[in-house]
């Protein structure tokens, strides 16, 4: 059992810096390189939207660029956002040294914008950043309070810790019929934790962060809102199917086998470990 737990501790911590390494939208560095035009940016991902004294300060997201090129060259940021879908065009003003920037509108919490630059020759023809018909996105976000950031990392961490160990166990049951009962109680526990972490602190994150408590299904679509709901329904039907072993009437209550238990629990994690290395919307 032990070596068990030391197993677990190990992958939840790998799948922890993995998720974490998969869901990184932080700021990245941008040059390329046309002919005679040479742009050096780095994308704005997300603004944070500060609160003084009860009101939002929507702060403005600041895009700067270096160009080297051709005496004239025009310089716009273009953009667009969830409340007009038309897009719009900003001088990108100098700053000297070859720098350029531009502030696009704010926006409140949980609203995007998304950004292109592009540079007009003196013959008209365009460069553009990033190139085709894409654009930069940066996400308006609030402040979040870091006793519930924490409180909501350790539930998660310690969800799939149990995860892990039920799906340990399960592959125990498989192998010698043994380990129902620790199987059960990891699982319990692995919903338990999973269901603090999302639902009453996930509901105060969501909240903070883009201003509404909930944008799953059936009142949106977000991803993590979605995933969420979905890892919760897959361990609570696993425990339902071993009520009594889970909860109460004991183990003549239970509907599966032990051994068709395991393998629930075993599609479960496979499951839960898919949708949790899908990127986090926060």
């Known amino acids: 059992m032990a070596r068990r737990i030391i197993l677990a501790l190990f992958l939840t911590f790998a799948l922890v810096f993995a998720a974490r390494r998969l869901s990184e939208r932080g700021p990245k560095d941008v040059y390329v390189e046309e002919g005679d035009i040479r742009v050096w940016h780095r994308t704005v991902t997300e603004v944070i939207v500060k609160t003084l004294e009860g009101r939002e300060l929507n702060l403005q997201p600041f895009i700067k660029i270096k160009v080297e090129g051709p005496v004239y060259l025009r310089k716009i940021v273009e953009f667009k956002s969830e409340e007009k879908a038309s897009v719009e065009h900003r001088r990108l003003i100098p700053q000297g040294n070859n720098e ?124 993590t809102d979605n995933k969420t709901q979905i890892v919760i329904l897959l361990w609570l039907l696993a425990l339902l199917l071993v009520r009594g072993s889970a909860f109460w009437g004991g183990e003549a209550k239970d509907i599966l086998d032990s051994k068709r238990f395991a393998w629930l629990v075993i599609v479960g994690f496979v499951a839960s470990l898919a949708l949790y290395l899908v990127p986090h919307s926060l």
């Open 100 to 223: 350029y920037s531009a502030y696009l509108p704010p926006l409140p919490k949980g609203q995007k914008i998304w950004y292109a630059i592009v540079l007009q020759r003196q013959d008209g023809t365009e460069f553009r950043i990033p190139r085709g018909s894409n654009f930069y996105e940066v996400r308006f976000k609030g402040e979040v309070s870091k006793g519930i950031l924490v409180a909501h990392g350790v539930s998660m961490f310690a969800a799939f810790f149990f995860m892990i160990l039920s799906f340990l166990g399960a592959i125990g049951i498989i192998r010698t019929g043994e380990g129902k009962r620790h199987t059960v109680s990891a699982a319990r526990l692995a919903l338990v934790f999973a269901f603090i972490g999302t639902v009453p602190l996930g509901f105060v994150l969501n909240k903070q962060t883009f201003g509404v408590l909930w944008e799953g299904w059936p009142f949106g679509r977000d991803i």
